[in-house]
């Protein structure tokens, strides 16, 4: 009977407590907010200021930043915007203390205090609290190598293990990608992005109108990028006549690498990059969203994913032997470089929510999800 009294208390705190960890995915009033401002890294706040901040990171319930306890990292839209990052990747190697990104031949591995392993399976990735990491190849590496970061409205990280309370998968992290919604301040937006080292350019559009009825916000961005040239050191020992050098420059004619080398972080066969976003508010707190992302590249143009297909061969020379039998030495000719490794993901998630608050301040989040992965 004990037993059973104990399972029935869990579980009426659990479904009281189920407002995600990381708090709402949008804010309800204009207090809520300010709670964590774009400025929270800025200057204009001074220590003090900052443990005052409110956060829902790392424990049921709201806290003060001083109270949770729990190593937590912040990423405001000012930080976003003051770097140079590329991707999701790039920042949190830039602001998360301890992350790091490697570039394996198997893509993209993030690592966070030195847990690092194949296929990004060792933490977990949310986009509004909504969980997509797949535990086969990648993970949820789609939306960490996309190069449009102009949704993104903060980005809420819990450093180290966290499996007790978000379940298998976070080992070293769990991040919380949070975007511009339904909520957002209404309008249009239209912005440009280049990165001319890597001949990319972007373009993203938002939008979003609010009434009484409902509210609505539409996202959509595109970037094509055609890569960069770089030297790239490399040995070729597998050749009829070994060499090392930088490809396309210190190889002979008879080597596999005496073509240039290919862009390095180009898109896949040319395919750009997108993103499209829509999310529907109405009635006492429903909320529905759609959101789709594709990115792929290449993997950095290093050594082992470049190789030239021979396509013929070349009479080099002609000598008779002792009994006057001609012998003919000839050298391979290879053609251009080709890609042996290029990643592409495609993923569509789809997400119904409903917000009820109690009279007694109470709040419960209930929320049907789920996604696809192509890759």
Known sequence: MQKKRLFLLFMIVGIISSQALFGQNRPKTKQAANEISPKFYSDSLSLAEIFQQKTSLGQWGEHKFSQT??????????????????????????????????????????????????????????????NLNQKSSKGAITELENWNLADIERIEVIRGASSAVFGAGAQSAVINLITKNAHSPAGTNVSLQTAGVYNSNGLSISHITQNDDFKFYAYGSVVQTRGANADIYATE?????????????????????????????????????????????????????????????????????????????QLDSVVNDQNGFPIYYRSPVYGELSELSMNRQRQITLALQKQHTFENGWQLDTRLSGYSLDF
Request: proline letters at 6%; hydrophobic letters at 40%.
């Open 237 to 313: 020992l597998l050749a009829e006549n070994p060499a090392t050098g930088f490809i396309g420059k210190d190889f002979p004619l008879d080597n596999p690498l005496s073509n240039p080398a290919l862009r390095y972080l180009r898109d896949f066969d040319g395919i750009p990059q997108v993103k499209i976003h829509t999310g529907l508010s109405w009635g006492k707190g429903w909320d529905l969203s759609a959101r789709y992302t594709q990115s792929g590249r290449s993997i950095m143009g290093v050594q082992f994913t470049q190789s030239a297909p021979q396509i013929n061969f």
């Open 69 to 130: 306890p729990a190593s937590v990292t912040i990423i405001s839209q000012a930080d976003i915007l003051q770097t140079p990052a590329r991707n999701i990747l790039d920042l949190l190697e830039l602001y998360v203390p301890s992350a790091a990104w490697l570039n394996e031949t198997s893509g993209a591995t993030l690592g966070v205090r030195g847990i690092t392993g194949w296929g990004n399976v060792n933490f977990i990735l949310m986009v509004n609290g909504i």
